[in-house]
Structure formats: structure tokens, C-alpha cells
Nanobody, 125 residues
């Protein structure tokens, strides 16, 4: 699976931004759970959100709960991350990832097999 993230950019605090991740390749997108992670300079990669294969179950990191929404469209091989009420501390490179983690490990980057190249999100104060 090849993943291509897009949609990052610069936004003011309190604003909204949507990023997406398109999958391609021989493996079926619809058989993978999808996750979004982010990494700010000098910090470890942080779990943001994940969504189950069917899209029926979602998971969020504590820092984004209530502000971000993850969704997927298996017909379009795409996963989305809608980010609202953005804060300067949301500034990071956002990565999408595909894997088959079990529920207890879905927040751990090591359980994802494929990663996109990342897209920069910058929130100004």
C-alpha cells in the first residue's frame, strides 16, 4: 500500500483544516485500519486518531478529542482528518498510516505497516 497525504497548510488558531490520505497499490485499502499520527520538531510521534476497517469505530488521542474527526471512504481508498478549533500546539507534520493493529495497540505507531510521507500543518497564534 502506498499512501499519499495532502491538504496541510497554515491556519490561524481557532480555524479549521482538513487533511486527506489516498491509498494505492495492490493490497486492498478496505482491509486495513487507518491512523493519523503527528510529529513536532524534537518530539516523539504522537497518536492523533484511528479508524477501523469498516469505519464504524474511531479512536482519538486525548489532546484532539472533541476537535478532530477521522473518517474514511473505502470506495475512494481515502482517509480524512477534519481538524477544528486548531491550536498552536497542533503544529506538526501529520502522517497517515495503514495497519492491522488489535484494539489495544491501535495507538502505537509500531503496529502500522505503511506510512505516508507526511503533510505539514502549522497553526499560528
Amino acid at each position: 500500500v502506498q499512501l499519499q497525504a495532502s491538504g496541510g497548510g497554515l491556519v490561524q488558531a481557532g480555524g479549521s483544516l482538513s487533511v486527506s490520505c489516498a491509498a494505492s497499490g495492490r493490497s486492498a485499502f478496505s482491509t486495513y485500519a487507518m491512523g493519523w499520527f503527528r510529529q513536532a520538531p524534537g518530539k516523539e510521534r504522537e497518536f492523533v486518531a484511528a479508524i477501523s476497517v469498516s469505519g464504524g469505530t474511531t479512536y482519538y488521542g486525548n489532546s484532539v478529542l472533541g476537535r478532530f474527526t477521522i473518517a474514511r471512504d473505502n470506495a475512494k481508498n481515502t482517509v480524512y482528518l477534519q481538524m477544528n478549533s486548531l491550536k498552536p500546539e497542533d503544529t506538526a507534520v501529520y502522517f497517515c498510516a495503514a495497519g492491522r493493529p488489535i484494539k489495544s495497540t491501535i495507538r502505537q505507531p509500531a503496529n502500522y505497516y505503511y506510512w505516508g510521507q507526511g503533510t505539514q500543518v502549522t497553526v499560528s497564534s
